[in-house]
């Protein structure tokens, strides 16, 4: 629900442009970084009530850096590349498979 009205709230600020009807929102409905969890951990992100801390704890054991910039996430992020990794932690993370749902809609992409 939270993410639908999200959702309407930027449609409702773009209503006088017409690009609006080709975007595909990419609404991380707890952090971001509760995207990147099941990279790490199968599980449900949604059970941390923190995930910045969950993911910055498991990249401390990891000795991995935990440096918040676009690079280290772009780093961090790189088994999304692969469809069956994608897959596989969207199961974890409701907003990310929204997100992917959304994508395969605008995009006819066929599983």
Excluded: G
């Excluded at 009530?49 to 401390?60: C, D, G, Q, S, W």
């Excluded at 990794?85 to 599983?111: R, V, W």
């Amino acid at each position: 629900e939270l993410r639908v009205n999200v959702i309407e709230k930027i449609k409702e600020w773009l209503s006088d442009t017409s690009y609006d009807e080709n975007l595909v929102f990419a609404i991380s409905v707890e952090e971001l970084e509760a995207w990147m969890l099941p990279i790490f951990e199968s599980r449900n992100s949604i059970s941390y009530m923190n995930p910045k801390t969950r993911l910055k704890r498991i990249l401390r054991t990891k000795n991995k850096s935990t440096a918040e910039t676009p690079e280290n996430y772009s780093s961090l992020s790189k088994p999304f590349k692969k469809k069956k990794e994608l897959t596989k932690c969207a199961k974890h993370n409701e907003s990310l498979q929204l997100f992917i749902d959304d994508l395969e809609k605008q995009f006819e992409i066929e599983e």
